[in-house]
């Protein structure tokens, strides 16, 4: 029996409450082998649609004093709960049907940011839809926002992406482990908090991706798998010259990055996600597709970062 880190990308649940639904139902199934083997899971996912869809919801706060502004760790936290809520009624439907008993549980996790992270001052985590460039342009002049392409795929308004210090409810989530649970945490990256006298949110999203192996080294998971849109990462990607990467070390994973093989928006934080985590634990980390789990787990095209 292992305890598996598994971390969730937000563009994958969908754009709307009655899509992502869907989409979980059909995603949970992929974890069923492992959870049959009796391997401990741990469920964390991104929110940067969801987030973003749910800060639009309130911008008209800003000529409109009916509507309440909402800053951006409260949409978080409501990102947690609904998706959270989605993912819980996923997987027990799907166990259910398979006749397996298993309680889950969505925790409603805070991370530690610093205040002075460098990140403040210069935005670059995308949240939110995508845009046009000619709509994008256009966004950026009337809010004073920022907006950047994202990874080929449109533009998308950026906020700061601070670097997780510490997990705020990581005791718990240990507890919960101890008596069985599926545990849903971190989510969205978790809400960002200062420490000062009392805890204060931050205007800011944590990547996800680099909470979920935080979390993952808190707990001294054995394996932290970061799933994606496609089975394997890529040198070149994109292009004619693309090859897929394998099982690699920590140190070829650096020396990629240096060349310049991952994209900010999409592979880069993932691979130094898995970085971390195998650095502070001498364990394993994969990336991968969701669809390609099972295969993943047997060492099947999938990309492995090791010692």
Same mark, same amino acid.
């Given at each position: 029996?292992?305890?598996?880190?598994?971390?969730?990308?937000?563009n994958?649940?969908?754009?709307?409450?009655?899509?992502?639904?869907?989409?979980?139902?059909?995603?949970? #199934?992929?974890?069923?082998?492992?959870?049959?083997?009796?391997?401990?899971?741990?469920?964390?996912?991104?929110?940067?649609?969801?987030?973003?869809?749910?800060?639009?919801?309130?911008?008209d706060?800003?000529?409109?004093?009916?509507?309440?502004y909402?800053p951006?760790?409260?949409?978080?936290?409501?990102?947690?709960?609904?998706?959270g $809520?989605?993912l819980?009624?996923g997987?027990r439907?799907?166990?259910e049907?398979?006749?397996?008993?298993?309680?889950?549980?969505?925790?409603?996790?805070?991370?530690?940011?610093?205040?002075?992270?460098p990140?403040?001052?210069?935005?670059?985590?995308?949240?939110?839809?995508f845009?046009?460039?000619r709509i994008?342009?256009?966004?950026?002049?009337?809010s004073?926002?920022? $907006?950047?392409?994202?990874?080929?795929?449109?533009?998308?308004?950026?906020?700061?992406?601070?670097?997780?210090?510490?997990?705020?409810? /990581?005791? !718990?989530?240990?507890?919960?482990? #101890?008596?069985?649970?599926? /545990?849903?945490?971190?989510?969205g990256?978790?809400i960002?908090?200062?420490?000062?006298?009392?805890?204060?949110?931050?205007n =800011?999203?944590?990547? #996800?991706?680099?909470?979920?192996?935080?979390?993952a080294?808190?707990?001294d998971?054995?394996?932290?798998?970061?799933? !994606?849109?496609?089975?394997q990462?890529?040198?070149?990607?994109?292009?004619?010259q =693309?090859t #897929?990467?394998?099982?690699?070390?920590v140190e070829?994973?650096k020396?990629?990055?240096?060349?310049?093989?991952?994209?900010k928006?999409?592979?880069?934080?993932?691979?130094?996600?898995? /970085?971390?985590?195998?650095?502070?634990?001498?364990?394993?980390?994969?990336i991968?597709?969701?669809?390609?789990?099972?295969?993943?787990?047997?060492?099947?095209?999938?990309?492995?970062?090791?010692?």
């Amino acid at each position: 029996m292992s305890k598996i880190v598994i971390a969730f990308g937000g563009n994958a649940l969908g754009n709307n409450p009655k899509e992502q639904q869907a989409l979980i139902k059909k995603a949970v #199934k992929n974890l069923v082998p492992l959870i049959k083997d009796g391997h401990q899971i741990i469920i964390g996912h991104g929110n940067g649609p969801q987030v973003g869809i749910i800060n639009l919801a309130f911008e008209d706060s800003y000529e409109n004093e009916d509507i309440p502004y909402m800053p951006f760790p409260e949409c978080t936290a409501m990102s947690q709960g609904y998706i959270g $809520y989605h993912l819980q009624k996923g997987l027990r439907d799907v166990l259910e049907e398979e006749g397996i008993e298993k309680k889950i549980v969505t925790i409603v996790t805070q991370v530690v940011v610093d205040k002075n992270d460098p990140s403040f001052k210069n935005p670059t985590k995308p949240v939110g839809p995508f845009y046009s460039k000619r709509i994008a342009e256009k966004l950026m002049a009337e809010s004073g926002e920022k $907006y950047v392409e994202d990874a080929g795929r449109g533009w998308r308004k950026v906020v700061a992406s601070p670097k997780p210090l510490e997990i705020v409810e /990581i005791d !718990t989530i240990k507890d919960l482990l #101890k008596t069985g649970h599926i /545990i849903i945490a971190g989510g969205g990256g978790g809400i960002p908090i200062y420490l000062q006298n009392e805890a204060k949110g931050a205007n =800011a999203v944590i990547d #996800k991706d680099l909470v979920s192996s935080l979390m993952a080294t808190n707990l001294d998971a054995d394996l932290l798998i970061i799933l !994606t849109n496609i089975e394997q990462a890529e040198l070149n990607y994109n292009t004619p010259q =693309a090859t #897929k990467v394998g099982s690699i070390t920590v140190e070829e994973a650096k020396k990629y990055i240096e060349e310049g093989h991952f994209a900010k928006g999409s592979m880069l934080p993932k691979i130094q996600a898995a /970085i971390n985590f195998v650095e502070n634990t001498g364990n394993r980390a994969m990336i991968t597709s969701l669809t390609n789990l099972e295969n993943a787990i047997k060492g099947i095209r999938v990309t492995e970062i090791h010692k």
